[in-house]
């Protein structure tokens, strides 16, 4: 980590696998601190204050909703917030919702720069540890916390279900260095991340309205497709 407020967002120019969306490497200045959750957000959770649970593999109390469109994780956040501020637990200027890309990808690392914020596990020993995916996934989700957490303390940031950003996709990171701050969509694709190929640097896009399908963008070794979740954050306006 290079400075406590500020990472390179994007893959490392040595990374041995690539995609063209991960790059240019991007130096992202985050001048505000920010709270992530832990874990994706479980079917408990998104039952208590949703009043609804549209997960295919419903009845999982601990297992992380999926088949949330992200207006549903939008709306989540803002619900969240008018709750906790009610109940008097959210300081004033605060709020709940979604990370912006780059502040997902800084949580993921948590201060690393290797393939995985576990390291770059070149012959694949440890990924198992770490993430469900397809190796070991048995195509359905699993319950939030069961894999090893990143140096943060945050689980499933590799594996389990794909998680909504706040931004618009963008195919390509900007290059030089940027304040973050969510990109504000120009058309209809929305950023995913937290699965797919797995990597730290992995990006994916979704519809706003995408159920499941997000899993379509699946690449080769990674096959989960159990839609889309999320992992609330509490963020300063
Ligand atoms: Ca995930």
């Known amino acids: 980590m290079d400075s406590p407020r500020g990472f390179h967002h994007g893959q490392s120019p040595d990374e041995r696998e690539r995609d063209l969306d991960e790059g240019p490497l991007t130096r992202v200045v985050l001048p505000e601190g920010f709270w992530i959750?832990?874990?994706?957000?479980?079917?408990?959770?998104?039952l208590a204050l949703m009043g609804t649970n549209p997960s295919h593999h419903e009845g999982q109390a601990l297992h992380p909703v999926e088949k949330v469109s992200w207006q549903d994780a939008a709306d989540y956040g803002r619900r969240l917030t008018a709750l906790e501020r009610d109940a008097g637990n959210l300081p004033e200027g605060y709020a709940y919702r979604l990370p912006t890309e780059a502040e997902w990808e800084y949580a993921c690392r948590a201060g690393t720069t290797t393939r995985f914020s576990f390291g770059d596990?070149?012959?694949?020993?440890?990924?198992?540890?770490?993430?469900w995916f397809s190796r070991n996934a048995e195509s359905a989700t699993h319950p939030v916390g069961t894999r090893k957490p990143n140096a943060w303390g945050l689980f499933d940031v590799h594996g389990n279900v794909l998680e909504w950003c706040l931004d618009g996709w963008r195919s390509r990171l900007p290059g030089g260095q940027v304040t973050n701050v969510a990109v504000v969509p120009t058309g209809t694709l929305r950023a995913v991340r937290g699965v797919l190929a797995l990597r730290s640097a992995s990006r994916a896009l979704g519809e706003p309205g995408q159920l499941?399908?997000?899993?379509?963008?699946?690449?080769?070794?990674?096959?989960?497709?159990?839609?889309?979740?999320?992992?609330?954050?509490?963020?300063g306006r």
Request: glycine share 16%; no cysteine; hydrophobic share 40%.
């Open 37 to 46: 959750g832990q874990h994706e957000v479980t079917q408990a959770e998104y």
């Open 121 to 131: 596990d070149a012959d694949a020993a440890l990924i198992r540890d770490h993430a």
């Open 212 to 235: 499941r399908g997000v899993g379509a963008v699946q690449r080769p070794g990674v096959s989960r497709g159990a839609g889309a979740g999320r992992r609330a954050s509490a963020v």
